[in-house]
């Protein structure tokens, strides 16, 4: 092997460690912190956050965000300050609000419905809650339904955000988890 092919498969193999490859419509990376006041991560084409001022989600438009999926319960937006859809409309940004949480639950229907809705857009998405938790929930859930990630892999990418689970820690070892 030459050096110059061996160095591109080097940087190759390294890139592989942080960024998966694209399985659909969206590139997908290891979240990382973008913006800690509303824990704002990025993974590839998809945003996880918690819940965006009117400030912050007009940066995200002008970044290409085209589709945001509000994942809040209607109590909880009962208690914001702007009308978060009407903001949207005028960016022609679209918007999914799916209930999720609190008296709603947490219902398979919630991300069949999110997946649609992203397989008819191009650019990026936002998935925002409250604090980023759900949002992360989700984005794994549709990962492994839409994407065809295993659930192992979306538990690695959705612990680089706001997936945590003390009882993974307390076992001491690797866990892994099947589909029924």
Same mark, same amino acid.
């Given at each position: 092997m030459t050096d110059k092919t061996f160095t591109l498969f080097l940087a190759i193999v390294l890139l592989s460690t942080?960024?998966?490859?694209?399985?659909g419509n969206f590139a997908v990376n290891e979240p990382v912190m #973008?913006?800690?006041s509303y824990s704002l991560y990025q993974a590839g084409d998809i945003f996880l956050a918690g819940q965006p001022t009117q400030e912050n989600l007009d940066s995200l438009v002008k970044i290409g965000v085209t589709l945001v999926v509000n994942l809040r319960t209607k109590s909880e937006m009962d208690l914001l300050n702007f009308d978060e859809a009407k903001v949207l409309k005028k960016s022609?940004?679209?918007?999914l609000h799916i209930s999720m949480g609190g008296d709603d639950g947490y219902k398979a229907e919630a #991300?069949?419905?999110?997946?649609?809705?992203?397989k008819s857009v191009e650019g990026k998405v936002l998935i925002h809650c409250r604090g980023a938790g759900r949002a992360t929930y989700a984005w794994m859930a549709w990962l492994v339904n839409f994407e065809k990630y295993s659930i192992d892999e979306a538990i690695a990418l959705g612990s680089k955000a706001r997936f945590y689970v003390p009882f993974f820690d307390l076992l001491g070892y690797p866990v892994t988890i099947k589909k029924k």
């Open positions: 942080t960024t998966f490859a694209q399985k #973008i913006d800690n022609n940004v679209q918007y #991300i069949e419905r999110m997946g649609k809705k992203m």
